[in-house]
């Protein structure tokens, strides 16, 4: 999964749900601040604008 803020506006943070089992995330970068596995996926970011927009790569098993 792939999350990107090209509008650096996620200056409080960002939390992203994926309704979908998964299993573990297996690599995240350290904007990752919380990740919830099990039913859904919940990922909740830092402040993003330092990031630049960049892509944030989050790995997962699914399950």
């Given at each position: 999964?792939c999350?990107s803020?090209?509008t650096?506006?996620?200056?409080a943070?960002?939390?992203v749900t994926?309704?979908?089992?998964v299993?573990a995330?297996?690599?995240?970068p350290a904007t990752v601040?919380?990740?919830?596995?099990?039913a859904?996926?919940?990922?909740?970011?830092a402040?993003?604008?330092?990031a630049?927009?960049?892509t944030?790569k989050?790995?997962v098993?699914?399950?």
């Open positions: 999964m999350v803020d090209p650096r506006a996620a200056r943070g960002l939390t994926w309704d979908r089992p299993a995330v297996t690599a995240k601040t919380s990740a919830t596995t099990g859904s996926l919940k990922l909740t970011f402040d993003l604008g330092p630049k927009g960049a944030q989050i790995t098993r699914l399950g």
